[in-house]
């Protein structure tokens, strides 16, 4: 995609005065780092807070008599179970099992809304509506009106709080509420993907700097920084939050990334009898994590062997600053899948050794 053609959030012209670094991602021109440089921004917010611009992502209002009945054909998790103002990881996955978009599901008082990735945003908007029939439901494309923010670390409720009267302690973890932040109407989740504590905030694009500056200026003096998305992938990283196109897309079912957690295989939705029958028969290649023995910068498609044959591949390769490690996720045979098998990773035409270890490399702090 050529730069004339990347999208620009509200937040372009403060990045790059500054001296954020903009890189295409996902169809969008982004920060990657501003000139800090992601190893701090990732720091600063596990250690205090950092503020994220991402509205890139898509969000979709799903609304009508059916809503509830809908998702619950399409998510694989179970909508019925989710109180008004609920908020909940899912996925959509094909007929076949693999997955077509990871999401979280949002249960407001009048409607449903729903967070999904960049890259999937047309995709996932046909998808959801190929899928109404018989349902009385309304799938809407909310995402150039809707701002999405996010403010993450130990520090950021005490920096929100600031800002809004909403009491946040009447907001627990995976829910949502609706207030103003900032004198701007927000609905404010418990929500995020850095392993920390910490919102998400959806509200007007046209407010975006006014709320963005507020944020700052109160959270400055308690260690908050703008972080970009070199970050923000180290940050989902080490908790083991998968990034669709990496640890989680088309070729992969939910058995085979872990994410069974995500899945209610007791009710009907689409691609559960496959997903099923993964689980029964046993899965052929599963994800691992694993750390670099000897010295070396693992990659995404980089080919990972045992005892030097290939037999699968990096997804995600990284340094984990929390961890101090290089470390990556990979795909590989299930007989190979074992916590404390050594490996090797093929690192510019030369195998590099390393061993499967425990995931998460990072526990998420919050209680």
């Known amino acids: 995609m050529s730069d004339e053609t990347l999208k620009r959030t509200n937040l372009y012209e403060w990045h790059v005065a500054h001296g954020g670094r903009m890189v295409p991602f996902a169809g969008w021109e982004m920060p990657v780092q501003y000139p800090t440089g992601p190893t701090e921004e990732h720091h600063a917010t596990r250690n205090a807070a950092g503020l994220f611009d991402i509205d890139h992502m898509a969000q979709f209002s799903v609304s009508g008599a059916d809503a509830e009945a809908y998702l619950n054909h399409v998510s694989t998790w179970d909508t019925t179970l989710m109180q008004v103002n609920d908020a909940h990881y899912a996925l959509l996955c094909y007929d076949d099992g693999t997955i077509v978009d990871d999401i979280y599901l949002y249960r ?77 109407p927000t ?30 200026k109160v959270g400055e003096p308690l260690g908050l920084k703008p972080v970009g998305l070199a970050a923000r992938d180290s940050l989902r990283f080490e908790p083991s939050f998968p990034l669709y196109g990496h640890e989680i897309s088309a070729e992969v079912t939910p058995i085979e990334a872990r994410l069974g957690w995500a899945l209610k295989l007791n009710k009907p939705f689409i691609g559960r009898d496959a997903i099923l029958k993964v689980k029964l028969e046993g899965p052929k290649k599963l994800l691992v994590g694993f750390e670099m023995v000897d010295k070396g910068v693992p990659r995404e498609h980089y080919p990972v062997a045992v005892n030097g044959e290939i037999v699968g591949e990096v997804v995600t390769g990284i340094f984990a600053p929390t961890a101090g490690k290089f470390a990556g996720h990979a795909y590989v045979p299930a007989k190979f899948a074992k916590v404390g098998t050594k490996i090797q990773i093929e690192i510019r035409g030369k195998l590099k050794e390393a061993v499967i270890i425990r995931r998460p490399f990072y526990r998420p702090a919050y209680k």
């Open 187 to 216: 609905l404010i989740s418990r929500t995020g993907y850095t392993g920390e504590d910490g919102v998400e905030l959806f509200f007007d694009a046209s407010r975006a700097l006014e709320m963005w500056e507020t944020l700052l």
């Open 108 to 184: 407001l008082p009048n409607r449903w809304f729903v967070a999904l990735n960049a890259s999937n945003r047309e995709k996932d908007l046909k998808w959801m509506q190929s899928h109404t029939d018989g349902f009385d439901v309304t799938v809407t494309d909310v995402s150039d009106e809707t701002y999405m923010m996010a403010l993450q670390g130990p520090k950021a409720i005490e920096i929100l709080q600031k800002v809004t009267e909403v009491s946040m302690e009447g907001v627990p973890r995976f829910t949502v509420a609706e207030g103003e932040v900032a004198g701007i």
